[in-house]
């Protein structure tokens, strides 16, 4: 369920980023995710792939 709402989480700020102007807030996205020690690849993978597809569902849909 983490696993989830880690991308979900920077899916959804990634959108709102978009909509709002707020681009380079997603730099900080990475720092709650690399925050606990034995996933910090998959957390960080996910939280990449999250932004990465909220910004591509943002453009589609503009």
Request: aromatic letters at 12%.
């Amino acid at each position: 369920m983490r696993k989830l709402a880690a991308f979900a989480a920077s899916f959804s700020a990634a959108v709102f980023a978009w909509a709002y102007g707020a681009l380079p807030l997603l730099a900080l996205l990475a720092l709650p995710a690399l925050r606990r020690r034995e996933d910090r690849r998959l957390r960080c993978a996910l939280v990449c792939a999250g932004v990465i597809t909220g910004l591509l569902w943002s453009q589609a849909y503009d």
